[in-house]
């Protein structure tokens, strides 16, 4: 808590890849927290691929050049760190943490590791209790194409408040809602009981307006998005928060970016089914309660979130191997480009039939004509200048993805004409393709097995 009785948030986080460059900036304008988001399903799916080469991976990578960047204030006591960054592996990234800390001679940190929302060693018990059942088709567990790979439970922000309480310097968790990071210092700091829905409400937007990093400050904007300042310079946002949950939004003052009405309300929808039901592991928040004043001068006031009592389910995801894919893009040029890209498909997948391979799916994409609105784009009779046709394939074993490709060689000189080019992933290795089955889990089932290990650098 800072000098004027606030707590102080930033978002110097919003996906695994993202740039460690917007520590800097947060941590000059006297943060309390800095919070870390870097999870998504993709991303499960991406640490599962490491895990599965090394067993000491399985989290982020680029945490120690997040760290790197902020252990000094921390060490200062001027800030703490929260993060999700420990993915399917927590204890592994505590252990990249402390030898982070210790590569830039720093000793005494207070490192806690949240535990429980693997549910990977406990899937033959979950599902002797419960359902399992798939979240969207209602399919039946029994139905999950066995083995998994992961299973992780959305936690929410009760761990990360416990290990704040023990006095932790950083918190790394794995699988949590996104919010919940942001949510618990609230909690820590002001003791918001856990049925005080409107303040846990609260914090819960909050922490949906930091978590996508710069997409409060600008990035991302649909409307007049060619008027955001200096956006090579794109800051990520701060959040200074009260007791009654009342909060305004801001950024570094000296950077780019903007934080206005419009830009706070269109991260508030995104990624957001109900906005009067946002479901979260701690409250169900309604966001259209929410009352935004714009103050002027990049700052944005919220007030009056209303929440009602949380579900006593957490969502959970299973994944599981579901085969190979391979990929490739080619360009073609004016005129009939999108005539000559839709028979190029349609000739590389004949030839790969007469080749004998056997493709379980295909998917075929028109960039330039399709690729991104598909039917919800207007018909034209305008000729496209150039499309690129991306031809993706699934195979059920890894040998023959990667054969399928070659059949795309011979045409280089056998395709239609004007303008044959290759692009992108058309000699790439094939990537293994993960599943996913969303799910719920009774809290009650889940709970009993969360800990939070405490260890000093």
Partial sequence: MNANGTVRIAGGQGFYGDTPRSVEGLLAEGIDYLCLEALAELTLAILQKDRQKDEARGYTKDLPAYLAAALPEVAAGRTKIITNAGGINPTGAARAAIETAHQIGMDGLKIATVLGDDLMPRIDDLAGHTALAHLDTGAPFTEFPQPALFAAAYLGARPIVDALDQGADIVITGRCADAALFLAPLVHEYGWAWDDWDRLAAGTLVGHLLECSGQTAGGNLSRDWWTVPHPWDLPYPIAEVDADGTAVISKPKASGGRVSFDTVRHQLLYEVHDPERYLSPDVVADFTSATFHDEGDDRVRISDVRGTPATDTYKTLFAHHVGWAGETRVAFSWPEAREKATAAAAIFAQRVASSGFAVDEWCVELWGVDALGGPTVPATDAEPAEVVARVA?????????????????????????????????????????????????????????????????
Avoid: F, N
């Fill in 393 to 457: 394939w699934r195979c059920a074993d890894q040998l023959t993805a990667g054969l399928v490709g070659r059949e795309m060689v011979p045409l280089t000189l056998g395709a239609p004409p004007a303008g044959l080019t290759g692009m992108g992933r058309g000699a790439a290795r094939p990537t293994e393709l993960l599943g996913i089955w969303p799910t719920l889990v009774e809290k009650s089932l889940v709970d009993d097995h969360v800990v939070v290990a405490l260890e000093t650098s």
